[in-house]
């Protein structure tokens, strides 16, 4: 799963979703971009989050969720 957010604000609000729910940064999600900090900021989950946190995330102005399909 992969989130991405366009903002500085949402990838903010997106961090504190993700740690709030004891998902580890460079564990389990991995944050990158072309010229961090500047937006896009890529969010890239190495776990299946719960569907309230997804909800949650889906809910922040600014940010888009791509979910790859394994073969």
Known sequence: MQIEC???IAAAAVLLV???AHLRP???FHIAGQHLPDPP???T???NPPAD???H???IPDTLITIERGV
Do not use: A, K, S
């Open 6 to 8: 366009t903002t500085t």
């Open 18 to 20: 993700l740690i709030d």
């Open 26 to 28: 460079g564990t389990e």
């Open 41 to 43: 900021i890529l969010f």
């Open 45 to 47: 989950l190495r776990v």
């Open 53 to 55: 946190i997804v909800r």
């Open 57 to 59: 995330v889906l809910e």
